[in-house]
């Protein structure tokens, strides 16, 4: 039995997919069983048990009977997400689960000095120093991501504050889905390890042409302007890109698919994902 946290979200319900199509069973935790997004990962065979990160008590609760554990955490401050990391990982430790799998995020401790980069090594730092039986998995930029961009893609325009021709690797939930079912599966080759997952490696103006061509209809980048960014985006999503600018991931993809071959790539993800055939009344030109 795995326990899923973020079973109801794009990359916890991704992890959820891909475990029950190994065969394993899976334990979802909620905080309110009653909302459709539980109930409809419950036709799926997922069993739901209520619970909040926050409350050591619920996750003492859920975790009974549980030998592997997939732990994620929304965005939020950075000192509640690292309270509810910490509190998962010793509730975790307590029950004796054999196999806890952590989601950080790419470059985690490497003094990015963007907060939700920090607040994960901190769990991740937890995890070690508590010896608890782990797999960590590094994450780059998501390629859903591009779903709060669709009015205006669909419409003709791409818009980030990086440079056209600045390369963002980027890695679709399905496949950290994937990462995360072979650990479970193969604990003993997999325990003790940290990857960072990334499965296209595309300039700005290359991933407008990828949606250009996924569309049907021409798709230009624009650069926003920086000043914008920390307007519309806030100051920290400002600093992360800044820091994509500056540094960036550089990550080894062809390694990656030696271990997982049908890693997507962006058009192939967003093929997958309906991008080809825009919902009725979309924008388009």
């Keep these: 039995m795995i326990l899923v946290t973020?079973?109801?979200?794009?990359?916890?319900?991704?992890?959820?997919?891909?475990?029950?199509?190994?065969?394993?069973?899976?334990?979802?935790?909620?905080?309110?069983?009653?909302?459709?997004?539980?109930?409809?990962?419950?036709?799926?065979?997922?069993?739901?048990?209520?619970?909040?990160?926050?409350?050591?008590?619920?996750l003492d609760k859920a975790l009974e009977g549980v030998t592997g554990v997939y732990s994620v955490q929304g965005l939020g401050?950075?000192?509640?997400?690292?309270?509810?990391g910490i509190t998962l990982a010793d509730a975790a430790r307590a029950a004796g689960v054999k196999h806890f799998v952590y989601s950080s995020v790419a470059s985690a401790?490497?003094?990015?000095?963007?907060?939700?980069?920090?607040?994960?090594?901190?769990?991740?730092?937890?995890?070690?120093?508590?010896?608890?039986?782990?797999?960590?998995?590094?994450?780059?930029f998501f390629m859903d991501n591009w779903i709060y961009q669709r009015e205006f893609i669909l419409a003709g325009t791409i818009s980030l504050p990086l440079d056209p021709n600045r390369t963002l690797q980027q890695i679709a939930v399905e496949d950290i889905g994937v990462?995360?079912?072979?650990?479970?599966?193969?604990?003993?080759?997999?325990?003790?390890?940290a990857i960072e997952l990334a499965g296209d490696e595309l300039t700005m103006n290359e991933t407008a042409a990828v949606f250009s061509q996924v569309t049907g209809h021409k798709v230009n980048y624009v650069q926003m302007p920086w000043?914008?960014?920390?307007?519309?985006?806030?100051?920290?999503?400002?600093?992360?890109?800044?820091?994509?600018n500056d540094v960036g991931f550089n990550f080894n993809?062809?390694?990656?698919?030696?271990?997982?071959?049908?890693l997507r790539t962006l058009k192939n993800d967003l093929i997958a994902r309906g991008w080809s055939q825009p919902a009725a009344g979309s924008a388009r030109t």
């Design 77 to 84: 401050s950075f000192e509640a997400e690292v309270r509810q």
């Design 227 to 244: 000043d914008k960014s920390l307007e519309m985006q806030g100051k920290e999503l400002t600093m992360m890109f800044r820091w994509l």
């Design 6 to 58: 973020g079973a109801t979200g794009k990359q916890g319900g991704a992890v959820a997919r891909q475990l029950l199509s190994h065969g394993l069973q899976v334990r979802a935790l909620v905080r309110d069983r009653r909302k459709p997004a539980a109930q409809a990962i419950a036709l799926r065979g997922i069993e739901i048990v209520r619970g909040d990160l926050s409350d050591r008590a619920s």
């Design 109 to 140: 401790g490497q003094n990015t000095g963007i907060p939700h980069f920090e607040s994960k090594w901190q769990i991740e730092e937890h995890i070690r120093k508590i010896g608890l039986p782990s797999t960590i998995l590094r994450p780059v």
């Design 253 to 262: 993809i062809g390694e990656l698919r030696k271990i997982h071959p049908g």
């Design 179 to 193: 990462f995360a079912a072979m650990a479970f599966a193969d604990p003993a080759k997999w325990i003790g390890r």
